[in-house]
């Protein structure tokens, strides 16, 4: 699959490298390190990274502004259905490869590779770049890098495999960069945001079922200084409460006149339940967008049915090893 995606790269003179809305690492970082190793190989070639970009994040690397496009090809990262996808002229594509290390949700290219057992979409670019010879340096290896990280918490998720450690080490030994600065740029944050996790901590709701979650309001933001993506952006943080199987981090956006919803869980599979209110993600791992509170009470109580239901299969397994 790999050749046949470089196949088509060089097929064209302008390639688009997109992925999903609300940025985080592991989209931004894989569209900056493909772009960037493109680039090299092919110096010629009008090679663009598009989206919304985040300031939290900005120490990653750039974006490119749009220009008047023409027959040109889309490489779709990270990004696992159509309403998801941050650029408004997808459509225009004369080709769209997706690469993806989401759960299939829907076809949207005509080449689409995706791998759900790797814990990022930069860690299938570590491998692509490997195998296919395309041009790395330490800047393309510390983003890439910095993406995986990111996407697995620090290599705490299952979705790690000794192939993972593989690359890592390739990368470390043939294109060299300083671990504690990608971790400076990755978690370091402003006392403000420090302050509202704090808030976060003191008000926590936990259901019967055992789903932790917090409402964080306009009028919450605006007290500790911060912005609609600093409350989501915490979701890890909460990784370890012993009585929590699910936890999620609503967020009002007044800026974009929605709600965010981050969610994670340590058991029960939830992103069949982020997909109904607009949203997707990994079985463990998902975000959604709803228009009010009414609607995200509404997805909280269908997550606490999925809580429920965890615990009495859990409770009737443990009978039938009695």
């Not at 120490?59 to 027959?71: A, F, Q, R, V």
């Not at 390739?170 to 294109?175: D, G, M, V």
């Not at 509202?196 to 409402?215: P, W």
Request: net charge negative; glycine share 6%.
């Amino acid at each position: 699959m790999y050749r046949q995606i470089l196949k088509e790269i060089k097929k064209y003179d302008t390639i688009v490298i997109a992925r999903h809305i609300g940025v985080d690492p592991d989209a931004l970082c894989s569209q900056l390190a493909l772009r960037d190793s493109l680039r090299l190989r092919f110096p010629n070639k009008k090679i663009l990274a598009v989206g919304n970009g985040s300031a939290k994040f900005s120490s990653l690397g750039n974006l490119d502004k749009i220009e008047n496009l023409e027959n040109f090809l889309l490489i779709l990262l990270d990004t696992p259905d159509k309403k998801r996808i941050d650029f408004a002229g997808w459509g225009q594509a004369k080709m769209i490869i997706k690469i993806d290390h989401h759960p299939f949700i829907e076809k949207i290219g005509e080449l689409e590779y995706i791998d759900d057992h790797k814990c990022s979409t930069c860690e299938i670019l570590m491998d692509l770049i490997k195998k296919m010879h395309l041009p790395c340096n330490s800047q393309i290896s510390r983003t890439l890098y910095a993406g995986l990280v990111s996407d697995s918490n620090r290599f705490l998720f299952d979705t790690i495999t000794p192939q993972t450690f593989e690359l890592v080490t390739y990368y470390l030994k043939n294109y060299p960069f300083t671990l504690s600065e990608v971790y400076k740029n990755l978690y370091m944050r402003p006392i403000k945001e420090v302050r509202l996790q704090g808030f976060i901590e003191e008000n926590l709701n936990l259901t019967e079922n055992g789903v932790a979650y917090i409402k964080i309001t306009n009028e919450d933001l605006v007290r500790f200084h911060a912005d609609s993506a600093s409350g989501g952006n915490m979701i890890n943080d909460f990784n370890f409460i012993e009585e929590a199987l699910i936890w999620v981090i609503i967020t009002e956006d007044i800026k974009n006149s929605n709600i965010r919803i981050n969610i994670r869980s340590r058991g029960p599979v939830i992103n069949h339940v982020a997909e109904k209110y607009h949203g997707g993600g990994h079985m463990f791992a998902s975000g959604a967008r709803v228009s009010c509170f009414e609607e995200a009470e509404l997805l909280l109580k269908d997550l606490d049915a999925v809580a429920e239901e965890y615990i009495k299969v859990c409770e009737e397994n443990e009978n039938k090893n009695e």
